[in-house]
Every structure is written in C-alpha cells, then in structure tokens.
C-alpha cells in the first residue's frame, strides 16, 4: 500500500503534450471526487470546478499565457474558484491551501488513471484571473484559483528533476 501510493507520487509530472484521446464525465467525476477527500479549513470544502470541454474556451484560455497552450491539446480543463464570501475562516487566505491540497488530489488520481495533467496557477494573478473570469462568465466576487489541464500523453515526457529535501532535526540549523 505505502509502496503503492508513492509509485503514483513518483509517477505523477507535469504533462504538454496530450493525445485527442478523451476522458468520459465517469473519470472526471471519479477526479472530482478525490479532490472533495483532501484536508480543509474547517471542513470548508470551498472549491467549486468549472469542467471545460469546449475546444472554443480552451483555446481562449490557453492564449492567456505562453505556458498554457498545452490546455487547447488536453481532453478536458477544469477550472477551480472559490467563493471567499462563504468561507469558513477570517483568515481567507487559507483557502489557496485548501484548494492546493484538492488539486494535488485530483493530479495524483489522475496518474494512477493513466491520465496527464498539467497544473496552471492563476491565484494570485489578478490580470490573469480576471482574463480568465471573462472567458468562462465567472461572477466578479468568485475567486479563481488554478486551471488543470487533463488528458492522454502522447510523448513519454521527462520527469522534471528533485532535489534533495532540506531536513533539520529538533530546531533550526540541526543535523541528524
Ligand atoms: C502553483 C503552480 C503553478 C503552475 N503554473 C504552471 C504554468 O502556468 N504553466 C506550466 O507549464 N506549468 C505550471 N506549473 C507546473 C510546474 O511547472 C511543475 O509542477 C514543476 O515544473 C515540476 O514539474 P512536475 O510537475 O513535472 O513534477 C505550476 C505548478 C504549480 C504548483
């Protein structure tokens, strides 16, 4: 089990090139639904998703920056906002973990689906988000999130390198 879970962390990167293979509304419920399992303030759950499909808005979206246009190749974006007017905490800035942690979720599912992914971060660019708002008919008091780009890689893609974890022992500054 333990073996297993970090296989899928191990496998899991970042996918740009995707097949026209697509992904059926099953899997993308399956996907959603292991972002509603991850840890969040108060058991907020704030995330809501906006399931793109339509190649027009992908590829709308994908033109909003360089390092997007795997979005117009994928089976499927999702967009994730919140709705900070409902969220459970003064400190609202806890929603970007909250919404982190259900994106990791989703991208760790989708790898052991066989299925690429590609995580866009739009909060906290307000230019971006706002570009984005405009594509998707988001109301102006929602706040966007990321976009996540799901699909088939068509390319065995390198795995992007890690570095060695920084450790410290009992207090700051201390080796084992
Ligand atoms: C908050 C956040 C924002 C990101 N935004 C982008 C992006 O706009 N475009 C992109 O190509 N990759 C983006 N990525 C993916 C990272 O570049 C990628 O995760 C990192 O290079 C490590 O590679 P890996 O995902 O293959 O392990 C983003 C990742 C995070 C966590």
Redesign the pocket.
């Known amino acids: 089990m333990e073996r297993e879970i970090l296989e899928i962390i191990r496998k ?3 996918v ?1 090139k995707f097949s026209d293979r697509t992904i059926s509304d099953v899997q993308i419920k399956t996907l959603l639904e292991a972002g509603q399992q991850a840890p969040s303030v108060r058991n907020g759950q704030p995330w809501q998703y906006i399931v793109i499909k339509n190649q027009e808005n992908k590829r709308a979206l994908s033109a909003l ?1 360089g ?2 246009h ?1 979005l117009s190749q994928s089976a499927v974006g999702l967009c994730m906002f919140v709705d900070l007017q409902e969220y459970p905490s003064t400190h609202k800035e806890f929603f970007a973990q909250d919404c ?1 942690a259900a ?1 990791e979720n989703i991208l760790l599912t989708a790898a052991a689906m066989g299925i690429g992914s ?4 739009v909060y906290p660019n307000v230019t971006l988000e706002m570009a984005v708002k405009n594509i998707l008919k988001v109301p102006a008091e929602k706040t966007v999130f ?1 976009l996540i780009a799901l699909g088939y890689e068509t390319e065995n ?1 390198r ?2 390198h ?1 570095k060695e974890p920084i450790i410290y022992w009992e207090c700051y500054g201390r080796s084992q």
């Open positions: 899991r990167k970042s740009r920056k390092s997007w795997p982190a994106t590609l995580w866009m971060g990321n893609e795995k992007a890690r």
